[in-house]
Structures are given as structure tokens and as C-alpha cells.
């Protein structure tokens, strides 16, 4: 009986230490793959997380495709703002008619002003959706912006490296409106993002690790 | 004729609307020479009561597919703290008065009105500061607001992707 405990805990601390190593070892991989297309994962989340990765993604060219933009279930404003700028990026550049876009919804992880207790179920919850979702796209790149439904699709992305799947790109842009300190999201995220990026300098000296290019949006 | 929008953006935040919409303020907008006030007031839940007198005229609405109508029209935008409101007011170049919520988690707006204001382009303050700031303030020291660059994010982001020609 105590000999199967001890192969139990043993077996348990081997998955945990391999799971850590791997996690380790794909947070570090940093190696640019030269390619001429790469598939997008977009989170967007409400209101002015979603104008913000709009404009970001407004910058961006054709490689970027195809793009897939995952939204809160509640959220009815973000997807005509995304077809509304679908469609106008096709009016704007023919050549874009080939590339593809889709829409995903997972529920929220928190509503504004949510309690933390219920942030943290409900976030579960969302990530037991996430990682089937994020699996099935394999996207090469995930780009957010700070809500709260990002840190379970970035989770889910790294787990798909961690897992030796596909090692997805994570980028995280934290919103303008992150001055001083970061957002929950962001905190959460400067430690499993390849790339986070700031976008006043006070967040740059706080965040040494982080990007700073001036004001993005 | 001078307009006023008020704009909540996709929030809700009846504090801000009761306040702008009581006969105080009104009374204050039009000593201000303003004739015509638009609320725009997103998931909230207090609806004043739109009205059309010989002198000014308030308007409500929850949504529109785009704000920019209202937003051009506008002498005077008091807006939330989100950024999209913000940047495209400041963006247009209109003047601008952002009005903290204070019952937001955090309070992270706060950080994005504070430097703006420090940069010398918005006014802001509470909803129970409101009505002081708009008899004081002078909208004419306000500075013109320079865009974001969005193409430095995909400068970067073709670089670290490998997609850089």
C-alpha cells in the first residue's frame, strides 16, 4: 500500500518536473522560422480592447491569414466591429479576398466587476472550452490585448507547446489605457507571452523584459 | 448652434448620465452657450427623458454602428475613460472632459486620463467634480493629440515572425 503511495508521488513529481522543463523550454524558444504566410489567432475582447486590436490589426498585411477572432459569448458589439472591418480591408486591397476569417465565441472569464472567486470558476471554465478551440485552429500566432478572455486562449496555446504539439507565437500588446501598471491579464501574461509589449515608457523601466515602440494605437 | 455629446461607449455608468442630465448641469451648459445635448448611454440603466425645448434640445440613444457623426458635430465631448472613446475624440480633434467611474475595477483609466491631461490634451475628473470643472475650465489651452503608429507594431511584428522581406 505505502509502496504504491511513493510510485504515485513519484510518477506525479516526474510528470510535474517534465511538464515544468517543457514549459521552461518552450517559454524560451525564441527562434524566427523565416515564412511568407502564418495563421492568426485574435482575441478580442469589449469595447475598446476590441477598437485597439482592430487598429493593430489594420497594420498588419495579407501574410497575416488566415485570422481567426475569438470573442466573449456575450459580446454583440465586437463582431459586427470585425466584419465591418473585414469587409473594408477587402474593399481596400482585392488581393484579400483570398484570405479567410472566422468568428469563435467562448464564454466570458469575467464580467466587469465580477467578483475574484467567481473570475477564478469562471475562468476555469472558460479554459476547459479554450484549449479545444485554440487545438482544432493551431493558429502559428496569438495576438491580445488585455482581456480577460485572453488568459485562457494563451494558456492554451502554450500548452500546445508544452505538449510538443505546435509551439504557437504568443504577442500581448497591453492597451494604452496601461500607463503606470499593468493590467490583470498582463501580469499574468509578461511571464508566458514570447512577446509583451508596452506602450508608455514608466511600463518599460517597471518591465524591463517588455517592448516599448511609442504609442501603437 | 453649440453641441454637447456624452458618450459612454459600450459601458454603463448612470452616474455620469444622471449627472450630466440634472437641471443643474443643463442649466450650466447653456450659461456655456451650449444648445443641444446628446447622450449616448450604452448598457446603462437610468434613460433620461429626451426633449426638445425653444432653447436646447437633449437627445438619448444606447448605440449607433459608429459614433463618428455625433463626434464631428460635437463643440464639447465628455466621454468615460475607455480608450476608444478617447482616442477617437482626441483623434477628430474635438475638446474633451473625461469623467472617471470610480466604482471600475482597479480604476485603470484613471492612469490614461491622468497622462493625457498631463500631456496637456483632455480635462478630467469625477462625476461629483463635473459641474465645477465645466464652469472653470479653458478649452482653448488644450493640445492638438498626435495618432498612435500602428505601423512600428508591424515593423516589429513581421521582424519576430520571419516574415520580413
Keep these: ?217 | 448652434m453649440k453641441r454637447v455629446f456624452v458618450t459612454v461607449g459600450t459601458t454603463s455608468f448612470d452616474e455620469l448620465i444622471t449627472c450630466v442630465s440634472a437641471e443643474d448641469s443643463v442649466r450650466i451648459f447653456k450659461s456655456l452657450g451650449y444648445s443641444q445635448l446628446t447622450l449616448q448611454i450604452g448598457r446603462g440603466t437610468v434613460v433620461p427623458e429626451a426633449f426638445s425645448a425653444e432653447s436646447f434640445t437633449l437627445d438619448v440613444y444606447r448605440y449607433k454602428d459608429s459614433l463618428q457623426e455625433d463626434l464631428q458635430e460635437a463643440d464639447l465631448v465628455i466621454s468615460h475613460a475607455g480608450a476608444g472613446s478617447c482616442l477617437e475624440t482626441l483623434e477628430k480633434g474635438k475638446p474633451l472632459v473625461v469623467v472617471i467611474n470610480e466604482k471600475l475595477m482597479n480604476n485603470h483609466q484613471l492612469e490614461l486620463a491622468k497622462q493625457l491631461h498631463q500631456e496637456g490634451h483632455l480635462f478630467y475628473c469625477t462625476c461629483s467634480t463635473l459641474p465645477g470643472l465645466l464652469q472653470s475650465m479653458d478649452l482653448s489651452t488644450l493640445k492638438c493629440y498626435p495618432p498612435g503608429q500602428p505601423e512600428k507594431f508591424s515593423a516589429f511584428l513581421d521582424k519576430v515572425v520571419g516574415l520580413q522581406k
Excluded at chain 1, 465591418?84 to 484579400?96: G, H, I, Q, V, Y
Excluded at chain 1, 483570398?98 to 471554465?125: F, G, M
Design chain 1, 1 to 217: 500500500m505505502v509502496c504504491v503511495l511513493i510510485l504515485a508521488v513519484a510518477a506525479a513529481g516526474t510528470v510535474a518536473v517534465v511538464l515544468v522543463l517543457r514549459l521552461w523550454t518552450v517559454l524560451r524558444c525564441q527562434d524566427v522560422t523565416p515564412r511568407e504566410s502564418l495563421s492568426l489567432l485574435v482575441v478580442a475582447g469589449s469595447g475598446g480592447h476590441t477598437t485597439e486590436i482592430l487598429r493593430l490589426l489594420g497594420s498588419l498585411s495579407s501574410a497575416y491569414s488566415p485570422r481567426h477572432y475569438v470573442i466573449a459569448d456575450t459580446d454583440k458589439m465586437s463582431a459586427d466591429k470585425i466584419n465591418s472591418f473585414e469587409l473594408d480591408r477587402a474593399d481596400r486591397d482585392p488581393s484579400t479576398m483570398a484570405s479567410k476569417c472566422y468568428i469563435h465565441r467562448i464564454p466570458r472569464s469575467r464580467e466587469v466587476q465580477q467578483s475574484w472567486l467567481s473570475s477564478v470558476l469562471s475562468t476555469l471554465h472558460s479554459m476547459w472550452l479554450s484549449f479545444p478551440l485554440v487545438h482544432r485552429v493551431r493558429p502559428d500566432l496569438v495576438l491580445c490585448n488585455g482581456p480577460g478572455t485572453c488568459v485562457p486562449i494563451c494558456v492554451s496555446a502554450l500548452l500546445l507547446g508544452i505538449l510538443g504539439i505546435k509551439k504557437v507565437i504568443i504577442v500581448y500588446v497591453e492597451s494604452i489605457c496601461r500607463v503606470e501598471t499593468l493590467s490583470l491579464s498582463g501580469k499574468i501574461l509578461i511571464h508566458l507571452s514570447d512577446y509583451f509589449i508596452v506602450q508608455w515608457p514608466t511600463l518599460k523601466e517597471k518591465y524591463p523584459k517588455s517592448v516599448y515602440l511609442g504609442r501603437i494605437v
